[in-house]
């Protein structure tokens, strides 16, 4: 049975059966304060963009969903259904042991990606999915990125910090702590500490910011 499974600020993201197929669909939808012919134009770069990302993801041996179908005239990518959980609702039952290793493969996986040139943009525990046999998925390339600049990786690395500093508060050092050993695993202790810096940096402006706020 089709159904919507979420619904963002810029796309509706919906559990379809497409010929035969057990799929998630993500629409695009139109914005009626753009002009029609912009906003046509808008949502199909996006989507291709997006469909662009998890290819590369793919090619570069990353886990996420599989595209099925690109429709462009509706902004929509018909993709593979993933059977797992939100990584944050995995957290609420996952042992310390089994947490230590997800969070060391999960460290490895962000490593090949940054190592691919890509960064995710919204990488917290709701935009991950885990199986029942503990693989991870990526979903959501809405704000995801070909780059090489170190700040886009730590931005990426500072939003799943923040997501478990939010949500499983008491977990996040343990978590952290072991992702960086995965992620060093991939891209060097030098790198790692030089990401690490830049993560304290962008922290640092976001207290600033609320400081000056208050």
């Given amino acids: 049975m089709d159904y919507v499974i979420r619904v963002g600020a810029e796309a509706v993201i919906s559990r379809v059966n497409w010929n035969g197929l057990d799929t998630v669909s993500k629409h695009r939808v139109p914005k009626p304060y753009r002009i029609a012919e912009l906003d046509k134009r808008v949502r199909e770069q996006r989507t291709l963009h997006e469909v662009r990302v998890m290819v590369a993801l793919k090619r570069a041996g990353i886990s996420c969903p599989a595209v099925i179908l690109l429709d462009r005239n509706e902004a929509t990518i018909y993709m593979q259904y993933i059977h797992g959980v939100e990584l944050r609702r995995w957290l609420e039952r996952g042992d310390i042991e089994e947490v230590k290793e997800v969070a060391r493969d999960l460290g490895r996986i962000v ?63 343990l978590f952290m702590r072991n992702f960086f050993i995965g992620y060093a695993e991939i891209l060097g202790k030098d790198f790692t500490k030089n990401l690490v810096s830049k993560i304290r940096e962008i922290r640092m402006r976001g207290r600033y910011v609320e400081e000056r706020r208050r």
Avoid: Q, W
Wanted: no cysteine; aromatic share 10%.
């Fill in 111 to 173: 490593g090949r990606m940054h190592r691919s040139k890509i960064a995710h943009g919204d990488l917290t525990t709701s935009n991950i999915l885990i199986d029942e046999s503990k693989k991870l998925y990526f979903v959501d390339f809405g704000l995801s990125m070909f780059t090489s600049e170190l700040e886009d990786f730590a931005v990426d690395v500072h939003l799943l910090d923040r997501s478990l500093e939010s949500v499983h508060y008491k977990l996040r050092e």
